[in-house]
């Protein structure tokens, strides 16, 4: 059993059966003599590629690339190392590269593959929560240099995402955290039923992802389809990622990285505060996501020396425009304005609301 969206000239197919739908892709005329790499991190490969291994090509060999686990390796050193191995082992732009992994396996895979002789196919098997339900979809490819996000990267769209949620088995609690705060971005900014639905239960009370991932993967793929290279309304999916990518960096820094979902939680906390100076949100609204936030993750401490690190994150921010600091804030549940133009001064105050939550 499986479900099928199309966006722009991909498909993305999740549920139960979507590795059994891959092997059939792979025996089809558009991949006979085609040469196959696949990357992965040593931890995906231990715990999800023995899964996987029964649908891969068998016609030809596919050529094995691990990286080490962890956000640092998004990295160009990460990049040089894929474009030897691909280049060694005679990749010719009919190749495929494969990426079996979580976010950085899909940015990273992606840039590789967007950029190898000016562009090979390339297939994303996301094997996290928040791989499947952010990260894979969407074409966006990136790395990060010298602890800032995404800084470098390309638009470019795989030839096809595949979703097999029965990877979520093989995660930790903490990583499916990185995922469901993700879910709550998309409720956030698409779907009012779907945030009050999530908004009073408990993440580790949810048994099967599968519904969710579905509800993800539709409001992503509507925003992207109408937006694919973020000009105007994909910019709303930026939500709470200004300040959590900001968060993101620091902690990298320190050499005490934090989960994506641990920051983007953070970020929505600090960018509701701000939607209800900016925009007016409702104060009843900015409380409820600031409960449910506070109630659903370990948010990260920072302390006051921290602020002025985070701001100057935040001014280098790609999304920014001569030097000021670009959000996507909330009117309502449902609804969301980007190129919103954050003073510092408001970014402090943001920061020290989110540090007096976290020690309440």
């Not at 196919?121 to 074409?139: C, E, K």
């Amino acid at each position: 059993m499986y479900k099928q969206i199309q966006l722009l000239d991909h498909h993305i197919i999740s549920g139960e059966d979507a590795l059994t739908v891959l092997k059939t892709l792979f025996s089809s005329g558009d991949y006979k003599n085609r040469s196959f790499f696949l990357l992965t991190d040593h931890q995906v490969a231990r715990h999800c590629l023995p899964i996987l291994k029964e649908h891969l090509p068998t016609d030809n060999p596919v050529h094995h690339c691990l990286i080490p686990t962890g956000e640092e390796h998004k990295s160009l050193k990460s990049s040089r190392k894929i474009w030897n191995f691909l280049n060694k082992h005679g990749a010719d732009r009919h190749s495929v590269l494969i990426n079996l992994g979580g976010g950085v396996i899909t940015d990273l895979g992606g840039f590789v593959a967007s950029t190898y002789k000016r562009g090979i196919s390339f297939i994303h098997i996301p094997t996290t929560l928040m791989g499947m339900v952010d990260a894979a979809i969407g074409g966006k490819t990136a790395i990060n240099l010298n602890w800032t996000k995404n800084i470098v990267g390309t638009f470019a769209q795989p030839d096809a995402v595949f979703v097999f949620p029965g990877f979520l088995k093989t995660l930790h609690e903490k990583e499916i955290n990185s995922g469901y705060a993700e879910i709550l971005k998309h409720a956030l900014i698409g779907d009012q039923k779907l945030w009050d639905a999530l908004k009073g239960s408990q993440m580790k009370d949810i048994q099967d992802f599968s519904d969710l991932i579905s509800f993800a993967l539709l409001i992503k793929s509507e925003i992207v389809a109408q937006d694919p290279h973020e000009e105007g309304m994909r910019k709303v999916l930026n939500l709470g990622h200004t300040f959590g990518h900001a968060f993101e960096s620091l902690f990298m820094e320190k050499g005490a990285p934090i989960g994506h979902g641990e920051a983007v939680a953070a970020g929505l906390l600090c960018e509701s505060y701000l939607s209800g100076v900016v925009n007016n949100l409702a104060p009843a609204l900015a409380e409820e996501i600031k409960t449910t936030l506070a109630t659903t993750f370990s948010l990260p401490e920072i302390a006051p020396t921290d602020k002025e690190s985070l701001i100057q994150y935040m001014l280098k921010d790609k999304k920014n425009q001569q030097g000021k600091i670009n959000c996507t804030l909330l009117e309502n549940i449902g609804k969301a304005r980007f190129n919103q133009f954050i003073p510092e001064k408001l970014v402090d105050d943001a920061l020290h609301y989110y540090m007096n939550t976290c020690t309440h």
